[in-house]
């Protein structure tokens, strides 16, 4: 307490504190691909989040250790009121669609908007169509293909996370043959990333279970990130963008903390 | 894509792979959802449309939460309570959430008294929010409570470790609302706490959720009354139970937390964004940290975003929060003219422009030190629930490391339970610390409550009446005239913060001051004996012995000088000084701190002893012609293993219960390392002795010392 707080603070390998926020549709994986990112796990199950979970994860990138501090929305409708709180002063967003339903991809579009109206203006968003291993060829099938009905009606967005429709769905390996998984694609790559190169996000197809892509994710927003700047209008170990806002921020509106949409900036930058 | 990354070549990040700290809460086995139909278990899955925010019936059942959910939970905080303003019924607790430990009911005389401390009565401006705190003692079980094995209670529930007070930070919020008979809708979320020492987290973390709380609530019961948010069957997925998605969030980051670690600073996510919280050690004294890079670094304001109003603030400058500090820096709340509280971050927004301050000098605020490390009863008077009751926090923590040992309540009403107690009579009980903004509290202690401190003067109250602090009491201890000089120059300049860690760190040093005398003779009283029978025996403290060390020694704490008591001429300034101490509720405190930290030393020696003596000295004397009784012998054995098994289980309840540190206590040298294998060690003794017992007896008078192998440890 009575330590003198400056020397450390110059260490070189400080790390650089980026607050990252998932959004998306509830069951489209969020969880899922967090947990595969900072543990390398998967979980069949995963238990649908509550508000949110908070994660971390220390990458190098070149010279630099970077900090992710990963806020992993929860997906439920029921939480969407309080999404602002986890994306305000955020670097970086990462949405997340399922590409087996073409509704969560209109949900993730509404995030974006969202993002591009209210959230930090130079964040840096991430478009990723998650379980794509559930239409990937899978070699050993012992299972005849049909479309499960977790595709074909849940296309309005439910509140539910991992139902257990979903589950067997997720257990993709087990769909077999080539033409089936195909089939059960209800957003095409192509269709994602040019709305992804029009919005000006970044683009990825992921699967949690396998890992595919994952990573990369991750890789290219710390890319993208004005590290250099974060760094340098940080102060001390302690002193992250979105950690200095830990006090001033929510409290400075007194009784009412500011989570309009009048009071940001109207930038609608992406037309979509 | 790998290109320019790390060299791990499958993964194009470098990972660190530090377990993620903290680590997500613990999942519920995937077998107690979705199907789950136990009324224990949270109902996580949300397809049905059943969320039954009805449960949320004043009998305080809201939607369970997972039981390793609550119990992590319980680590920080007991519960959530919603409270309004019935017009029929008056002040209603409506929710608790989740619902309180069986262990730790709320009676109905406990519900009223949380109702009516969070609804705050006097003259608050009409509309708007107001945050404050108060505390109230756990009512006792009123059964027989039973003898209290020495180890038992600690592996007990965590709200045992507070102070056997809940501690509520209240988020109040009065709107207008036409469609109600007054015309204002008037409801507090309150935050429930067992730990008494962490204010300042507590404080900025409902200063974070109150408003998001009734914000998210109005917008997800598209703006209908609470009574209807609590009746809606039909909501729905919209929100769970009364307390809404916020809260529910709010506990779900809570129950994250790492476990409470005191002398370390913590990182600890809430609603999207992480407090960086210094816990303090023990009662050791905390104060505002410089902000790191002070000068050079500039507060970075998030432009564009939400929530404009993030401005350089008090806070912004001190991103590190003590724990155990009131968010308002003391020398703001005690300045003659603070001159920006009203915009503060960290005070509500009500506080009126035009409001003085109380005009504590630096000279008076040594005076309160002392009358608070004596004991001395004070009343708070403020026109605001918050500031009486942040000032109330700062003055008990004046004195630390002594743990002020008496009532305190941040908030005290006339519908208090203890109100007959602690204001009626013709004398308060010591050490007793009221803040208050009820004018009829006021007028019925004025006369009785020695020292009054006076934050605010009402409108209708006589002119003569002035802000600050009455108290006939003498300042003993000497100004330091530099030190005043600094403090006043900082505050000069609006420094607040600055100014509260001089003053923080010069009464420290006074109290440190104080306490080296009475130190120093704890330190010469006789340890007890080192025999392997006897258990070591606390030690006795005599006021008179006392006084003759300090009479010898003398004290450093640099007092006025003064004249001679006509009343007892004999001691001087000093020692009534120190004899006015020893009488107080602070000393017991602090001595039983004292004699606690050596007991366990003592104990630790004493264990040490049992573990590693040597039983057959013991059993036979050094030349191995001496002898023991039996009985002498079966009461040592029946000791060790006693002690073994109460090792055992400090070892399992320190393994099994994450956060075994806790505020109140310190870790003790005994909960670690080495105690691992105390239990083995110990038993390996008892069937020591016990081999040795019945070669006694099998020998006879003939003790031969050719039973080998248990013979060669020394």
Not at chain 1, 200 to 216: D, N
Not at chain 2, 145 to 159: D, F, I, P
Not at chain 2, 371 to 386: D, F, Q, T
């Amino acid at each position: 307490m009575s330590a003198p707080a400056a020397a450390p603070a110059e260490a070189p390998a400080r790390p650089v504190q980026v607050k990252l926020v998932l959004l998306g549709e509830s069951a489209v994986g969020k969880s899922s691909v967090v947990l595969r990112f900072c543990q390398n796990d998967f979980q069949a199950n995963k238990e649908p989040t509550i508000g949110a979970a908070f994660l971390t994860q220390r990458c190098r990138l070149e010279d630099k250790v970077i900090k992710f501090e990963i806020w992993d929305t929860a997906g439920q409708e029921r939480f969407r009121s309080l999404s602002p709180m986890y994306y305000r002063n955020a670097q970086a967003a990462v949405v997340v669609y399922d590409v087996t339903k073409s509704a969560s991809l209109e949900q993730a579009k509404t995030w974006v908007k969202e993002l591009q109206r209210q959230a930090n203006p130079n964040i840096v968003i991430a478009l990723a169509g998650n379980k794509v291993d559930l239409v990937r060829p899978s070699s050993d099938s012992d299972e005849p293909s049909t479309p499960t009905s977790a595709t074909s009606d849940d296309d309005e967005a439910d509140d539910a996370t991992a139902t257990p429709e979903d589950d067997a769905a997720e257990g993709g390996d087990e769909e077999g043959a080539v033409a089936a998984s195909e089939s059960r694609r209800q957003v095409s790559r192509e269709e994602a990333e040019e709305y992804a190169k029009e919005c000006g996000l970044l683009f990825f197809e992921t699967s949690a279970k396998t890992g595919e892509g994952v990573v990369e994710v991750f890789t290219e927003i710390a890319k993208k990130i004005p590290l250099d700047h974060i760094l340098a209008s940080t102060r001390g170990p302690g002193g992250a963008a979105g950690r200095g806002a830990g006090r001033g921020g929510p409290a400075a509106g007194g009784a009412s903390v500011n989570l309009n949409e009048e009071e940001s900036a109207k930038k609608d930058a992406c037309a979509c | 894509m790998n290109g320019d990354l790390g060299s791990v070549p499958s993964s194009a990040l470098d990972y660190a792979y530090n377990p993620p700290a903290p680590s997500p809460p613990p999942p519920p086995a995937p077998a107690a959802h979705p199907a789950s139909t136990t009324t224990n278990s949270l109902k996580l899955d949300t397809t049905q449309a059943t969320l039954s925010p009805t449960a949320a019936a004043a009998t305080g059942a809201a939607d369970e939460m997972d039981q390793a959910v609550s119990d992590r939970l319980r680590r920080w905080i007991i519960c959530f309570a919603l409270v309004e303003f019935d017009l029929d019924t008056g002040p209603l607790l409506t929710t608790l959430y989740p619902a309180p430990p069986s262990s730790l009911p709320f009676p109905p005389s406990l519900q009223q008294n949380i109702a009516f401390s969070s609804l705050p009565e006097g003259d608050l401006p009409t509309a708007g929010a107001h945050a404050y705190t108060w505390r109230i003692p756990i009512p006792k079980p009123t059964g027989e409570k039973g003898k209290e094995r020495e180890v038992a209670e600690e592996s007990g529930e965590e709200w045992r470790k507070g102070d056997g007070c809940l501690h509520g930070f209240v988020w109040f919020v009065q709107e207008k609302n036409p469609a109600l008979r007054r015309g204002y809708s008037q409801r507090s979320l309150v935050l429930i706490t067992h730990l008494p020492s962490l204010p300042g987290l507590f404080s900025s973390v409902l200063s974070i959720l109150g408003p998001m709380h009734f914000k998210h609530q109005q917008s997800s019961s598209s703006g209908s009354s609470p009574v209807s948010t609590r009746s809606g069957v039909g909501n729905g997925g919209e929100a769970a139970g009364a307390m809404g998605g916020m809260v529910e969030a709010a506990s779900y980051n809570i129950s994250s937390w790492p476990d409470l670690h005191p002398g370390t600073t913590l990182d600890l996510p809430f609603l999207g964004t992480v407090l960086s919280v210094e816990i303090p050690l023990g009662s050791q004294p905390q104060w505002p940290l410089p902000p790191p890079n002070a000068g050079t670094g500039k507060i970075k304001i998030q432009r564009g975003g939400v929530g404009g109003a993030a401005s350089p603030s008090l806070s912004a400058v001190a991103p590190v929060i003590p724990a155990s500090l009131p968010p308002t820096p003391l020398s703001l709340l005690l300045s003659p003219s603070p001159p920006s509280l009203s915009r503060s971050n960290s005070l509500s927004t009500s506080s009126s422009s035009s409001r003085l301050g109380p005009n504590i000098s630096f000279a008076k605020l040594l005076l309160l030190w002392e009358l608070i490390l004596l004991g001395e009863p004070i009343l708070v008077v403020s026109g605001n629930p918050r500031e009486g009751g942040e000032v109330v926090e700062w003055l008990r923590g004046l004195i630390r490391p002594i743990l002020f040992a008496g009532d305190y309540r941040p908030y005290f009403h006339i519908h208090d339970s203890d109100f007959a107690r602690l204001t009626g009579g013709s004398k308060p009980p010591p050490a007793t610390l009221l803040s208050t903004t009820n004018p009829l509290i006021l007028s019925t202690c004025s006369k009785t409550y020695p020292h009054i401190l006076r934050l605010h003067v009402g409108a209708t109250e006589s002119p003569g009446v002035t802000r600050g602090l009455a108290s006939t009491r003498k300042r003993h201890v000497r100004v330091d005239k530099s030190v005043r000089r600094e403090v006043e120059e900082k505050e000069g300049r609006g420094d607040y913060l600055a100014a509260d860690a001089l003053i923080l760190q010069h009464l420290a040093r006074l109290t440190e001051m104080f306490l080296a005398p009475l130190n120093r003779y704890f330190g010469t009283l006789p340890s007890s004996d080192t025999s392997l029978s006897s258990p070591p025996s606390s030690r006795s403290f005599t006021p008179s012995a006392f006084l003759t060390s300090l009479r010898q020694h003398g004290s450093s704490l640099p007092l006025r000088p003064s004249a001679p008591s006509l009343s007892s001429p004999s001691t001087s300034s000093l020692e009534r000084f120190y004899l006015k101490f020893l009488q107080s509720p602070n000393f017991a405190s602090w001595l039983h701190e004292r004699m606690d930290r050596a007991g366990e030393q003592v104990r630790e020696g004493y264990l040490r002893r049992l573990e590693g003596g040597d039983l057959r000295e013991w059993m036979f004397g050094i030349g191995g012609e001496e002898g023991r009784e039996e009985g002498e012998v079966e009461e040592l054995v029946g000791r060790l293993e006693r002690e073994a098994a109460i090792s055992d289980r400090l070892l399992l309840s320190s393994n099994s219960l994450p956060s075994s540190p806790s505020v109140s206590s310190l870790a003790s040298p005994g909960v670690n390392g080495n105690t691992a294998e105390r239990g083995e060690r110990l038993r390996n003794q008892a069937a020591r002795l016990r081999s040795l017992r019945d070669e006694s007896r099998g020998a006879g008078s003939g003790r031969s010392e050719g039973t080998g192998s248990s013979s060669d440890e020394s």
